[in-house]
Protein backbone atom coordinates (compact mmCIF):
# COMPACT_ATOMS: atom_id res chain seq x y z
CA UNK A 1 0.00 0.00 0.00
CA UNK A 2 0.85 3.47 -0.96
CA UNK A 3 2.04 6.18 1.51
CA UNK A 4 0.60 9.15 0.50
CA UNK A 5 2.28 11.79 2.84
CA UNK A 6 3.90 10.71 6.66
CA UNK A 7 4.36 13.54 9.69
CA UNK A 8 7.05 15.01 8.19
CA UNK A 9 4.82 16.50 5.42
CA UNK A 10 6.07 15.11 2.12
CA UNK A 11 3.90 13.19 -0.11
CA UNK A 12 6.80 10.53 -1.07
CA UNK A 13 4.49 9.13 -3.90
CA UNK A 14 5.52 12.02 -5.49
CA UNK A 15 9.38 11.32 -5.60
CA UNK A 16 11.76 9.22 -7.47
CA UNK A 17 14.87 7.80 -6.12
CA UNK A 18 17.31 5.33 -7.71
CA UNK A 19 19.62 3.65 -5.62
CA UNK A 20 22.59 2.96 -8.32
CA UNK A 21 25.93 0.91 -7.11
CA UNK A 22 26.73 -0.60 -3.72
CA UNK A 23 26.81 -3.60 -2.22
CA UNK A 24 23.91 -5.17 0.62
CA UNK A 25 23.75 -2.57 2.22
CA UNK A 26 22.19 -0.54 -0.42
CA UNK A 27 19.62 -3.41 -0.57
CA UNK A 28 18.29 -2.35 2.65
CA UNK A 29 18.76 1.49 1.91
CA UNK A 30 16.44 0.87 -1.11
CA UNK A 31 14.03 -1.04 1.03
CA UNK A 32 13.56 1.52 3.59
CA UNK A 33 12.87 4.01 0.70
CA UNK A 34 10.07 1.80 -1.34
CA UNK A 35 8.79 1.82 2.30
CA UNK A 36 7.95 5.43 1.93
CA UNK A 37 6.00 5.22 -0.75
CA UNK A 38 8.84 6.67 -3.19
CA UNK A 39 8.94 5.21 -6.13
CA UNK A 40 12.61 3.28 -6.00
CA UNK A 41 14.52 1.95 -8.92
CA UNK A 42 18.07 0.12 -8.10
CA UNK A 43 20.85 -1.25 -10.19
CA UNK A 44 24.68 -2.10 -9.35
CA UNK A 45 24.57 -3.87 -6.05
CA UNK A 46 23.39 -7.55 -5.52
CA UNK A 47 20.13 -8.38 -5.84
CA UNK A 48 18.27 -11.00 -3.91
CA UNK A 49 16.42 -13.55 -5.26
CA UNK A 50 13.16 -12.42 -3.71
CA UNK A 51 13.78 -9.15 -4.99
CA UNK A 52 13.06 -5.97 -2.59
CA UNK A 53 9.12 -4.93 -2.49
CA UNK A 54 8.44 -1.63 -3.87
CA UNK A 55 11.67 -1.42 -5.94
CA UNK A 56 12.33 -2.17 -9.48
CA UNK A 57 15.39 -3.57 -10.85
CA UNK A 58 16.69 -1.88 -13.90
CA UNK A 59 18.27 -2.95 -16.64
CA UNK A 60 21.23 -0.74 -16.38
CA UNK A 61 22.50 2.52 -14.47
CA UNK A 62 21.07 4.91 -16.98
CA UNK A 63 17.51 3.36 -16.42
CA UNK A 64 17.78 3.76 -12.75
CA UNK A 65 18.14 7.34 -13.11
CA UNK A 66 16.34 7.98 -15.45
CA UNK A 67 13.46 10.53 -14.19
CA UNK A 68 14.42 10.51 -10.99
CA UNK A 69 14.75 13.51 -8.66
CA UNK A 70 16.70 11.65 -6.04
CA UNK A 71 20.15 9.29 -6.78
CA UNK A 72 22.06 7.59 -3.73
CA UNK A 73 25.40 6.69 -4.75
CA UNK A 74 27.53 4.71 -2.03
CA UNK A 75 29.71 5.69 0.61
CA UNK A 76 33.00 3.91 0.12
CA UNK A 77 34.14 6.19 -2.31
CA UNK A 78 34.80 7.13 -6.02
CA UNK A 79 38.20 4.83 -7.47
CA UNK A 80 40.27 6.34 -9.27
CA UNK A 81 38.68 5.61 -12.94
CA UNK A 82 35.24 7.59 -11.56
CA UNK A 83 33.89 4.13 -10.98
CA UNK A 84 31.02 4.16 -8.39
CA UNK A 85 31.75 1.36 -5.21
CA UNK A 86 30.17 -1.70 -7.13
CA UNK A 87 31.57 -4.87 -6.46
CA UNK A 88 28.54 -7.09 -7.64
CA UNK A 89 28.07 -5.03 -11.07
CA UNK A 90 28.75 -6.77 -14.15
CA UNK A 91 30.74 -3.58 -15.35
CA UNK A 92 31.98 -0.37 -13.68
CA UNK A 93 29.63 2.30 -13.08
CA UNK A 94 30.50 5.56 -13.97
CA UNK A 95 28.45 8.58 -13.26
CA UNK A 96 29.30 10.59 -16.70
CA UNK A 97 27.16 13.58 -18.47
CA UNK A 98 25.23 11.25 -20.28
CA UNK A 99 24.19 9.11 -17.36
CA UNK A 100 23.33 12.00 -15.19
CA UNK A 101 21.85 13.89 -18.03
CA UNK A 102 17.98 11.67 -17.53
CA UNK A 103 17.79 12.79 -14.07
CA UNK A 104 14.53 15.32 -13.48
CA UNK A 105 15.35 18.40 -12.62
CA UNK A 106 16.36 19.57 -9.89
CA UNK A 107 18.27 16.86 -9.48
CA UNK A 108 20.14 15.77 -6.13
CA UNK A 109 22.56 13.06 -5.35
CA UNK A 110 23.57 11.76 -2.20
CA UNK A 111 26.42 10.12 -1.31
CA UNK A 112 29.35 9.54 0.71
CA UNK A 113 31.76 11.76 -1.19
CA UNK A 114 32.34 12.67 -5.15
CA UNK A 115 35.13 13.09 -6.90
CA UNK A 116 36.45 16.24 -9.27
CA UNK A 117 34.56 14.40 -12.22
CA UNK A 118 31.48 13.86 -10.81
CA UNK A 119 31.09 17.69 -9.25
CA UNK A 120 32.31 18.88 -12.74
CA UNK A 121 29.14 16.89 -14.69
CA UNK A 122 26.67 17.50 -11.97
CA UNK A 123 27.79 21.39 -11.53
CA UNK A 124 27.05 21.60 -15.72
CA UNK A 125 23.97 19.69 -15.34
CA UNK A 126 22.47 21.69 -12.20
CA UNK A 127 22.28 18.04 -10.24
CA UNK A 128 23.50 19.15 -6.57
CA UNK A 129 26.36 16.88 -4.65
CA UNK A 130 25.07 15.94 -0.87
CA UNK A 131 28.00 14.10 0.95
CA UNK A 132 27.81 12.73 4.03
CA UNK A 133 30.96 10.45 4.64
CA UNK A 134 32.20 12.58 7.28
CA UNK A 135 29.05 12.91 8.89
CA UNK A 136 30.34 11.92 12.22
CA UNK A 137 27.22 10.67 13.65
CA UNK A 138 27.02 8.51 10.97
CA UNK A 139 30.53 7.11 11.03
CA UNK A 140 29.87 6.02 14.58
CA UNK A 141 25.98 4.27 13.96
CA UNK A 142 28.29 2.50 10.95
CA UNK A 143 31.46 2.25 13.17
CA UNK A 144 31.24 -0.87 14.96
CA UNK A 145 30.40 -3.09 11.73
CA UNK A 146 33.60 -1.45 10.44
CA UNK A 147 35.73 -2.70 13.31
CA UNK A 148 33.93 -6.16 13.51
CA UNK A 149 34.64 -6.83 9.47
CA UNK A 150 37.98 -5.06 10.06
CA UNK A 151 38.64 -8.01 13.10
CA UNK A 152 37.24 -10.47 10.27
CA UNK A 153 40.24 -9.87 8.18
CA UNK A 154 43.04 -9.62 10.58
CA UNK A 155 41.95 -13.40 11.65
CA UNK A 156 41.46 -14.72 7.91
CA UNK A 157 45.18 -13.31 7.27
CA UNK A 158 47.28 -14.07 10.15
CA UNK A 159 48.46 -16.98 12.27
CA UNK A 160 48.87 -14.69 15.48
CA UNK A 161 46.45 -13.96 18.01
CA UNK A 162 45.28 -9.90 18.09
CA UNK A 163 45.67 -10.61 22.12
CA UNK A 164 49.66 -9.48 22.16
CA UNK A 165 50.31 -8.47 18.65
CA UNK A 166 52.56 -5.17 18.46
CA UNK A 167 50.08 -3.40 16.21
CA UNK A 168 49.64 0.47 14.91
CA UNK A 169 46.49 1.96 14.17
CA UNK A 170 47.68 5.36 11.69
CA UNK A 171 45.15 8.24 12.16
CA UNK A 172 42.83 9.01 15.13
CA UNK A 173 39.64 9.74 13.20
CA UNK A 174 36.10 8.73 14.39
CA UNK A 175 37.00 4.79 12.81
CA UNK A 176 40.85 4.92 13.94
CA UNK A 177 39.64 5.93 17.44
CA UNK A 178 37.03 3.02 17.84
CA UNK A 179 39.68 0.74 15.96
CA UNK A 180 42.17 1.83 18.83
CA UNK A 181 39.60 1.17 21.57
CA UNK A 182 38.71 -2.07 20.26
CA UNK A 183 42.30 -3.66 19.77
CA UNK A 184 43.37 -2.15 23.26
CA UNK A 185 40.22 -4.32 25.04
CA UNK A 186 41.37 -7.26 22.95
CA UNK A 187 44.86 -7.26 24.93
CA UNK A 188 46.54 -6.14 21.22
CA UNK A 189 49.95 -4.17 22.34
CA UNK A 190 48.33 -0.85 20.58
CA UNK A 191 50.29 2.29 18.89
CA UNK A 192 48.92 4.86 17.55
CA UNK A 193 50.58 7.58 15.14
CA UNK A 194 48.64 10.50 14.30
CA UNK A 195 49.03 13.95 13.20
CA UNK A 196 46.69 15.23 15.52
CA UNK A 197 48.25 16.31 19.14
CA UNK A 198 44.89 16.49 20.76
CA UNK A 199 44.04 12.96 18.69
CA UNK A 200 46.93 11.26 20.33
CA UNK A 201 46.51 12.38 23.91
CA UNK A 202 43.09 10.86 23.75
CA UNK A 203 44.44 7.75 22.12
CA UNK A 204 46.99 7.80 25.32
CA UNK A 205 44.39 8.25 27.91
CA UNK A 206 42.48 5.46 26.00
CA UNK A 207 45.77 2.92 26.70
CA UNK A 208 47.86 3.06 23.39
CA UNK A 209 51.25 4.23 22.81
CA UNK A 210 51.33 7.61 20.60
CA UNK A 211 53.86 8.49 18.10
CA UNK A 212 53.76 11.46 15.51
CA UNK A 213 53.21 10.09 12.07
CA UNK A 214 57.03 10.95 11.63
CA UNK A 215 58.07 8.62 14.53
CA UNK A 216 56.38 5.52 12.01
CA UNK A 217 59.07 4.21 9.89
CA UNK A 218 61.20 3.75 13.34
CA UNK A 219 58.41 1.85 14.79
CA UNK A 220 57.94 -0.36 11.90
CA UNK A 221 60.30 -3.29 12.47
CA UNK A 222 58.51 -3.40 15.70
CA UNK A 223 55.32 -4.26 14.29
CA UNK A 224 53.29 -7.46 13.50
CA UNK A 225 49.87 -5.63 11.86
CA UNK A 226 49.69 -1.48 10.69
CA UNK A 227 45.71 -0.52 10.23
CA UNK A 228 45.65 2.91 8.12
CA UNK A 229 42.61 5.28 8.00
CA UNK A 230 44.21 8.17 6.47
CA UNK A 231 42.54 9.28 2.97
CA UNK A 232 46.10 9.78 1.82
CA UNK A 233 49.61 8.16 1.42
CA UNK A 234 50.76 7.72 4.90
CA UNK A 235 52.32 4.30 4.79
CA UNK A 236 54.93 4.93 2.34
CA UNK A 237 57.86 2.70 1.17
CA UNK A 238 59.48 4.55 3.81
CA UNK A 239 57.58 2.41 6.51
CA UNK A 240 57.24 -0.55 4.31
CA UNK A 241 61.02 -1.45 3.83
CA UNK A 242 61.02 -1.55 7.79
CA UNK A 243 58.32 -4.06 8.41
CA UNK A 244 58.97 -7.75 8.61
CA UNK A 245 58.06 -10.52 5.77
CA UNK A 246 55.34 -11.76 7.85
CA UNK A 247 53.30 -8.26 9.20
CA UNK A 248 50.10 -7.63 7.60
CA UNK A 249 49.21 -4.17 6.27
CA UNK A 250 45.53 -3.00 5.65
CA UNK A 251 43.90 0.09 4.77
CA UNK A 252 40.88 1.06 6.00
CA UNK A 253 40.90 4.70 4.05
CA UNK A 254 38.54 6.19 1.39
CA UNK A 255 40.28 6.23 -2.15
CA UNK A 256 42.88 7.28 -3.01
CA UNK A 257 43.88 5.36 0.42
CA UNK A 258 46.67 5.38 2.74
CA UNK A 259 49.49 2.98 1.52
CA UNK A 260 51.81 2.50 -1.05
CA UNK A 261 50.43 -0.62 -2.83
CA UNK A 262 53.02 -0.67 -5.81
CA UNK A 263 55.54 -0.67 -2.83
CA UNK A 264 54.04 -3.26 -0.28
CA UNK A 265 53.73 -5.78 -3.45
CA UNK A 266 57.20 -5.04 -4.85
CA UNK A 267 58.87 -5.71 -1.31
CA UNK A 268 56.29 -9.01 -0.57
CA UNK A 269 54.24 -7.55 2.32
CA UNK A 270 50.71 -8.77 2.58
CA UNK A 271 48.55 -5.47 1.97
CA UNK A 272 45.02 -5.19 1.69
CA UNK A 273 42.48 -2.33 1.10
CA UNK A 274 40.00 -3.56 2.79
CA UNK A 275 36.89 -1.46 1.27
CA UNK A 276 33.51 -1.36 2.08
CA UNK A 277 33.70 -3.39 5.37
CA UNK A 278 30.26 -1.97 6.63
CA UNK A 279 28.94 -4.47 4.73
CA UNK A 280 29.57 -7.06 7.48
CA UNK A 281 26.46 -5.70 9.09
CA UNK A 282 24.36 -4.78 5.82
CA UNK A 283 21.03 -4.39 7.81
CA UNK A 284 21.89 -2.21 10.48
CA UNK A 285 24.88 -0.23 8.70
CA UNK A 286 22.23 0.27 5.63
CA UNK A 287 19.46 1.11 8.18
CA UNK A 288 21.71 3.76 9.77
CA UNK A 289 22.41 5.52 6.37
CA UNK A 290 18.72 5.77 5.39
CA UNK A 291 18.45 7.47 8.94
CA UNK A 292 21.04 10.35 7.74
CA UNK A 293 19.66 10.06 3.86
CA UNK A 294 16.01 10.84 4.61
CA UNK A 295 16.19 13.85 6.65
CA UNK A 296 18.34 15.27 3.63
CA UNK A 297 15.74 14.34 0.84
CA UNK A 298 12.94 15.58 3.48
CA UNK A 299 14.81 18.92 3.95
CA UNK A 300 15.03 19.61 -0.16
CA UNK A 301 11.49 18.94 -0.15
CA UNK A 302 10.78 21.00 2.54
CA UNK A 303 9.42 18.63 5.23
CA UNK A 304 9.01 19.28 8.68
CA UNK A 305 12.34 17.61 10.00
Partial sequence: ?????????????????????????????????????ASVRAYGFPWPEAGIAGVTHAA?????????????????GI????????PAAPAPIIPDAHMLGGMKSPAHIILGWGDAKLKAHAAALGIALH????????MLLRGPAIVE????????????????????????????????????????????????PVQRAAAYAAGATVHTLDELPALAA?????????????????VLERLRQDALIVDLAAPPGGVDFDAAK????KAIWARGLGSRA??????????????RIEKILGGKA
Fill in 149 to 196: GLLKVVIENTAITIHKARVCVVGQGTIGFLLTRTLILLGAQVHVAARN
Fill in 266 to 269: ELGL
Fill in 222 to 238: ELDMVFSSVPQRVVGRD
Fill in 1 to 37: MRVSADQSGIDWSQCVIAVVGGDRREQEIARLAAATG
Fill in 79 to 86: AASGALFA
Fill in 282 to 295: PITVGASQWSGIRP
Fill in 60 to 76: DAAAALQGAQFALFPIP
Fill in 131 to 138: EYEWDKDL
